[in-house]
């Protein structure tokens, strides 16, 4: 499935100056090709989730729906009885992976025409323009060949998660953001640097928001944070022990959060 995921990117080489991956492959970057670390539970997804960032009026020869569409990729209708606008499919073997694309309600219309294709679904997502702020990009080698993947920030994408996840419909996929959020904090090389910078993020509105959320989850072992995160770690290990090293390596987290709340 990682290659699948990376033969993706391969196809989308050339568009990845304005595409930037988002969602659930992130860890799997951060630990592979940003820390260069080896680390249990890393999570993945079976949606490529890719941000799109502003293009303005610039014309295009080639849309990344035209490029998508000659490579081979499967279409598929969002609505039954329209044939716009689609989604395309990554599709090996028996694995399908949906490419899924993404932008901010501050995106123009003229980006998702010029530069995506009309035909192509593209949602808006509140607060993603956080993440188009905060952008790196990973040299990642692949099948001989080498490209650079914009990815969010790490501090910025556990940022977004924070605020975004309790939005989520699906139960699972919150959950699942919500350990995004736990993997990102937890196994970050640097801690002292990845608190200044979300420090930083006091400046949005939205801040507060943030460290609602995280004392609604983690402010204490009866918030429901400690029973999520607790599902994708194992439920082998006795709760009181996993709840107690959540809180552990939670700690630097709420100690910010609780700054901005005696602010």
């Given at each position: 499935m990682e290659n699948q995921f990376l033969d993706t990117l391969a196809v989308l080489h050339e568009?990845?100056?304005?595409?930037?991956?988002v969602g659930g492959w992130c860890p799997y970057l951060y630990a592979k090709?940003?820390?260069?670390?080896?680390?249990?539970?890393?999570?993945?997804?079976?949606?490529?989730?890719?941000?799109?960032?502003?293009?303005?009026?610039?014309?295009?020869p080639q849309t990344v729906y035209d490029k998508l569409k000659i490579e081979g990729f499967a279409m598929e209708r969002i609505y039954?009885?329209?044939?716009?606008?689609i989604e395309f499919i990554s599709r090996q073997g028996n694995v399908?992976?949906?490419?899924?694309?993404?932008?901010?309600?501050l995106t123009t219309d003229d980006t998702l025409n010029r530069f995506l294709g009309k035909q192509l679904a593209c949602n808006r997502i509140e607060a993603f323009e956080i993440l188009l702020e905060n952008i790196i990009a990973l040299e990642i080698e692949h099948q001989g060949r080498?490209?650079?993947?914009?990815?969010?920030?790490?501090?910025?994408f556990l940022f977004h998660k924070g605020i975004s996840f309790v939005m989520r419909g699906d139960e699972y996929k919150r959950e699942k953001d919500l350990f995004y959020l736990y993997f990102?904090?937890?196994?970050?090389?640097?801690?002292?640097?990845?608190?200044?910078?979300?420090?930083?993020?006091?400046?949005y509105d939205l801040y507060g928001n943030f460290a609602e959320n995280l004392q609604e989850y983690f402010g204490d072992y009866n918030q429901p944070g400690f029973a999520i995160i607790r599902k994708?770690?194992?439920?082998?290990?006795?709760?009181?022990?996993?709840?107690?090293e959540i809180r552990k390596d939670l700690k630097a987290l709420m100690a910010l959060i609780s700054e901005k709340k005696e602010a």
């Open positions: 568009a990845l100056e304005k595409i930037m991956v090709h940003l820390w260069k670390k080896k680390l249990p539970n890393i999570p993945t997804t079976l949606d490529i989730d890719l941000g799109v960032t502003e293009t303005g009026s610039r014309f295009f039954t009885e329209e044939a716009e606008p399908d992976l949906k490419l899924e694309f993404i932008t901010s309600f080498r490209f650079k993947v914009p990815v969010p920030d790490p501090a910025a990102i904090f937890k196994y970050h090389p640097n801690q002292a640097e990845l608190l200044a910078k979300l420090a930083e993020f006091k400046r994708f770690l194992g439920d082998t290990v006795d709760a009181r022990s996993v709840y107690a």
